[in-house]
């Protein structure tokens, strides 16, 4: 396409904060191949340096200097100043406001994320005294300004706040403003755990409260219009966060997990209202499982999926929610298949197990893949597999043929 266009003028802004990095690198090292002219934005990591400095001429590398940065950061403290309510209402004197520029320009060392966050908080500052002895103690990068922001977060919304966040570093896609809205309205720190209609806030907005300058609504365009998702303010604030114990893969997962559960067995109505009604029913159907899987060897995450799945309304209403091996259908209704079946899809070990010792028949056929083995074979589940050859599943032709079809040859091992 580029050859037939001709010239072609290609703009990436922010290269860091690509999670696929090796295929972006990829990608830019072949379209430095052909006519495209690249204007291509980053921090200066290693890994970027080197691979750029491969694919483009030295000479087309260069690093901004700090002293020209800080200088557009004092033009961008001062324009945000000017027309901003909470410092133009609070009618700041000529010499406050003239130490807010020096001193934000000196801390930021080129990083406007830091200057930013640092408006924030003096904006709410509620005197002058206040914005002074902030002045004097800000912190020294954007680690420390991140870990005061989570330190400060209002007590009665600390452990919300923190599951939320958990969400948005850890979502499987955007995350809706509705959706964001009922993970708070559930409670799992308390027992019983609970999802209420009550606990939702009366203005979207007001989530923003919760985790002031670490999160930020976004209208975008989604088919068929726009709509207003969370995101996270800064790719800087995942990176922060991801260095925190809670916020590694299995602890969050385990508050993740805890969360679409209690709320798949709490929300009610008809199958035909519930995702009009419950806004987040179709992300935890969707996604419960693989955060369960996450989650790893958490017995509780074992004991809560089990109980779910063990009670017949909570089970029809995931299954009519989602099935993973009809992924074509919004509407893909009763289950077609016995529970084991499914968890067996989905790789969850620990529930498999359950299942088995309260009595499933693991042979029990329906769904897509037949029956439970040939499910775990064919998404190369092996523990899962192992489980059900040691209490005795049928191998068969559909099972050999399912385990090589998952590309793993570990899997016809076992079954032969």
């Known amino acids: 396409m580029i050859q037939i266009a001709g010239k072609v003028f290609i703009i990436i802004d922010a290269l860091d904060e690509c999670t696929a990095r090796e295929e972006l690198l990829q990608w830019l090292k072949h379209l430095a191949s052909r006519k495209a002219q690249l204007i291509v934005t980053g921090r200066p990591e290693v890994e970027f340096q080197s691979a750029i400095s491969q694919s483009f001429d ?71 005294a206040a914005i002074e002895i902030a002045l004097m103690s800000l912190p020294r990068d954007l680690n420390e300004t991140y870990y005061r922001m989570v330190q400060n977060m209002p007590s009665e919304y600390k452990s919300s706040a923190i599951r939320l966040l958990q969400f948005l570093v850890h979502t499987k896609r955007p995350l809706a403003l509705s959706e964001a809205i009922e993970v708070i309205a559930t409670e799992i720190n308390q027992e019983p755990r609970v999802f209420h209609i009550k606990r ?82 179709q992300y935890t159907a969707k996604y419960w499982t693989e955060y369960a899987v996450s989650a790893g060897t958490s017995r509780e995450i074992v004991r809560i999926t089990v ?63 037949v029956n439970a083995l040939q499910a775990a074979s064919h998404h190369n589940h092996q523990d899962i597999v192992q489980l059900l050859l040691d209490e005795g599943a049928d191998v068969n032709a559909q099972t050999l043929q399912a385990a090589s079809g998952g590309g793993n040859p570990r899997s016809c091992n076992y079954s032969i």
């Not at 690093?63 to 033009?75: F, Y």
């Not at 009618?91 to 000196?106: A, C, G, N, Q, V």
């Not at 060392?109 to 500052?125: K, V």
């Not at 309260?358 to 893949?369: E, F, H, L, R």
């Open 58 to 128: 030295k000479r087309n590398c260069v690093q901004l200097d700090k002293n020209v940065i800080n200088a557009d950061i004092r033009s961008y403290v001062e324009a945000t100043l000017e027309p901003k309510p909470d410092f133009v209402d609070e009618r700041l004197y000529p010499s406050l406001l003239e130490e807010i520029r020096d001193k934000i320009r000196d801390g930021a060392d080129g990083m406007f994320r830091w200057a930013a966050c640092q408006l924030e908080s003096l904006a709410r500052c509620l005197s002058p």
């Open 200 to 281: 939702r806030l009366f203005q979207a907005t007001d989530i923003l409260r919760y985790c002031p300058s670490l999160v930020t609504i976004a209208e975008v365009k989604r088919y068929p219009g726009t709509m207003e998702e969370l995101h996270l303010a800064h790719f800087s604030v995942k990176e922060y966060l991801l260095r925190q114990a809670q916020f590694d893969l299995e602890s969050a997962s385990i508050a993740i997990s805890k969360t679409c559960l209690t709320y798949l067995t709490d929300i009610r109505g008809s199958h035909s209202t519930i995702r009009s009604d419950f806004p987040m029913a």
């Open 307 to 369: 109980n779910l799945l063990r009670d017949e309304t909570t089970y029809q209403r995931w299954c009519h929610l989602y099935q993973a091996d009809r992924r074509w259908s919004d509407e893909p209704g009763c289950p077609r298949a016995p529970r084991l079946y499914y968890v067996c899809l989905a790789g969850l070990t620990g529930a498999a197990r359950d299942l088995m010792i309260g009595g499933a028949d693991i042979n029990a056929q329906g769904g897509k893949y």
